[in-house]
């Protein structure tokens, strides 16, 4: 085949990757205005809202959320950009190794996350407490958690059920291409 | 023209070439190569803003297209493949360590094709290299181990290919 027989059009090329840099900017700079305003609005809303008939429970309640969707916020843009910055200009043992460590199902992950889910359950359950008032105490606190900790177990099954479909056939077929660069 | 767009499209025209011999080596399929050959300047694009000049351009250029080829082939895997001109003179000795008189030009077209695409996918993506005349040195930057490991992956294929031509069973 002659070299000249591609038809690749440089320059449309070339407009589109530049369309995509400015929506990948875009986007990265609204996700970042909707994470700030966010907070500032609970913050305004459960925590410094003057309010008389805001409790000091529903303050703490409200700290707690807008504390926990800081740390998902935050986990979610630093995977958001590790994806998004895939290096192939480095060499091939190192973008397998990459690749294996960002497809890969980890309990990190879990521990990373966990600050948030703690945050998110403690919010709830302060919140919660306050309005069971005619049940004992304790009970007001495992009613809460009987409801939780379902959920959140039903969602960490969700996402390792994705994990499992989407990333672990790339995790697996990247660890055996470096195998078998490495020889091990 | 902004500096990025000049810089990408100065690279592209330099290294069109280079381009578009390692699409060829490894499409799946004659219509494929063209998708891996996009897929390459996009990611030559994304890559452009982290080039420190550390590595050659064309050590650069040849990761982007090895490290590109070998994610599409992750996308469609066990369907990469080493295609090769089988009527080119010199590829016997380039693909095979010596001008074996028991492997016969016939045989060479019959079976050269067929032995490059049963090869393992690092093991076509190396050989890649080895068709674009790269120094061990070279594919060392490019692939990310040890010159004297290159060298001993390089003759264990080359030896495993000339023991199938000639008909024989590879360990």
Not at chain 1, 127 to 134: D, G, W
Request: hydrophobic share 40%.
């Amino acid at each position: 085949m002659a070299e000249s027989d591609h038809n690749i059009d440089l320059d449309s090329l070339v407009t589109r990757l530049k369309g995509e840099d400015s929506r990948n900017l875009r986007m990265m700079r609204n996700m970042k205005w909707l994470f700030y305003s966010m907070i500032v609005v609970y913050t305004l809303l459960l925590i410094v809202n003057p309010d008389r008939e805001l409790q000091l429970h529903h303050r703490i309640s409200g700290l707690c959320y807008v504390l926990g969707f800081t740390v998902f916020a935050v986990l979610f843009r630093k995977y958001y950009i590790d994806y998004k910055s895939i290096d192939y200009s480095v060499s091939s043992v190192e973008m397998l190794s990459k690749a294996v460590k960002r497809h890969r199902f980890t309990f990190v992950y879990f521990l990373y996350a966990l600050p948030a889910l703690l945050l998110v359950d403690a919010g709830i359950t302060i919140s919660e407490y306050n309005s069971l008032v005619s049940v004992e105490p304790m009970n007001r606190i495992l009613m809460v958690q009987a409801f939780l900790i379902p959920v959140f177990a039903i969602s960490g099954l969700i996402g390792y059920m994705i994990w499992r479909k989407r990333q672990k056939p790339l995790h697996d077929q990247a660890q055996q291409l470096l195998n078998e660069l490495t020889g091990s | 023209m902004d500096r990025k767009e000049e810089k990408f499209k100065q690279i592209v025209a330099d290294n069109k070439a280079r381009i578009t011999r390692i699409s060829r080596y490894y499409a799946p399929s004659a219509e494929d190569w063209q998708d891996i050959f996009q897929e390459i300047l996009i990611n030559i694009w994304k890559s452009l803003e982290s080039f420190r000049g550390e590595s050659s351009v064309d050590t650069w250029v040849y990761r982007i297209a090895v490290n590109t080829s070998l994610s599409f082939a992750g996308q469609h895997y066990r369907r990469m493949k080493l295609n090769v001109d089988i009527n080119d003179p010199d590829i016997l000795s380039r693909l095979v360590d010596d001008s074996d008189e028991d492997i016969s030009r016939e045989k060479v077209s019959q079976d050269l094709q067929i032995q490059l695409n049963q090869l393992g996918v690092i093991d076509k993506a190396i050989m890649g290299l080895v068709l674009d005349d790269l120094s061990s040195r070279e594919i060392s930057e490019i692939i990310g181990i040890t010159e004297p490991n290159v060298r001993v992956k390089i003759h264990r294929i080359k030896e495993s290919l000339r023991v199938r031509m000639k008909g024989g069973q590879d360990e």
